[in-house]
C-alpha cells in the first residue's frame, strides 16, 4: 500500500485547507485511515481516523468541531477538511492506513502499517 498526502501550504488563522490522501496498491487490505501532524522538535499527534468501509469517524480533542476527515473510495482517497485554522495547527501532517481491524486504538500510531510522505501546514497568525 502506498500512500500519496497533499494539499498543504501557508494560509492565515481562520483560514480553511483540505488535506488529501491518496491510497493505491493493495488498498482492499486498508481497514480504517489516520491522519497524524508533528511540530519540529516534538512527538507526532494523533489528529482524526477513519473507517474505511463504514466511515465511523474519531478526532483528538483539539481539532474536534474545526477538522473533517471523509474518504471517497471510488478515488481511494481520503481527505481532511481543516477549517478555523490556529497558528497552533502548523505542523507536518501524515497519512496513514491500518490494516487492522482493532478499530478501538485507532489513535495509536503503532496501528498503522503504512505512511505518506507528510504535507507541511503553516498558519499565520
Known amino acids: 500500500v502506498q500512500l500519496q498526502a497533499s494539499g498543504g501550504g501557508l494560509v492565515q488563522a481562520g483560514d480553511s485547507l483540505r488535506l488529501s490522501c491518496a491510497v493505491s496498491?493493495?488498498?482492499?487490505?486498508?481497514?480504517?485511515m489516520g491522519w497524524f501532524r508533528q511540530i519540529p522538535g516534538k512527538e507526532r499527534e494523533f489528529v482524526a481516523a477513519?473507517?474505511?468501509?463504514?466511515?465511523?469517524?474519531y478526532y483528538a480533542d483539539s481539532v474536534k468541531g474545526r477538522f473533517i476527515i471523509s474518504r471517497d473510495n471510488a478515488k481511494n482517497t481520503a481527505y481532511l477538511q481543516m477549517n478555523s485554522l490556529k497558528p497552533e495547527d502548523t505542523a507536518v501532517y501524515y497519512c496513514?492506513?491500518?490494516?487492522?481491524?482493532?478499530?478501538?486504538?485507532?489513535?495509536?500510531?503503532?496501528?498503522?502499517?503504512?505512511w505518506g510522505q507528510g504535507t507541511k501546514v503553516t498558519v499565520s497568525s
Open positions: 496513514a492506513a491500518s490494516p487492522t481491524r482493532d478499530w478501538n486504538r485507532r489513535d495509536l500510531e503503532k496501528m498503522y502499517d503504512y
Open positions: 477513519i473507517n474505511w468501509s463504514g466511515g465511523s469517524t
Open positions: 496498491g493493495r488498498t482492499f487490505s486498508v481497514y480504517y
